[in-house]
Nanobody, 123 residues
Framework: EVQLVESGGGLVQAGGSLRLSCATS????????MGWFRQAPGKEREGVACISSSDGTIYYTDSVKGRFTISSDNAKNTVYLQMNSLKSEDTAVYYCAARYYYCTGHATLIGKWGQGTQVTVSA
């Protein structure tokens, strides 16, 4: 059974930090690009960051560059998102996502999703 389980969300003040984790099982982690998407109320799900150990790609959406860092521990089949200097506009449900081999910022191309974790940044 494929599982992606996020943790680490919560409430934080603007300027603060959070670290999201996504523990996975049920598929060959090394063959997949792992990413984080987010969805705010009334908005479409957007790609935030992605990492692919298969082709060395690391991708960030412009609004988080310099503030967020994605990393993975292939021995633990886990991907992380370190979020610093958080802003109120970062408030959203954050989803872990997996796609075979290549990163993508398009939610429709994602084959495997976690259940999501809420991140709320207070002004």
């Amino acid at each position: 059974e494929v599982q992606l389980v996020e943790s680490g969300g919560g409430l934080v003040q603007a300027g603060g930090s959070l670290r999201l984790s996504c523990a996975t099982s049920g598929f060959n982690f090394d063959d997949y690009a792992m990413g984080w998407f987010r969805q705010a109320p009334g908005k479409e799900r957007e790609g935030v960051a992605c990492i692919s150990s298969s082709d060395g790609t690391i991708y960030y959406t412009d609004s988080v560059k310099g503030r967020f860092t994605i990393s993975s521990d292939n021995a633990k089949n886990t991907v992380y998102l370190q979020m610093n200097s958080l802003k109120s506009e970062d408030t959203a449900v954050y989803y872990c996502a997996a796609r075979y081999y290549y990163c993508t910022g398009h939610a429709t191309l994602i084959g495997k999703w976690g259940q999501g974790t809420q991140v709320t940044v207070s002004a």
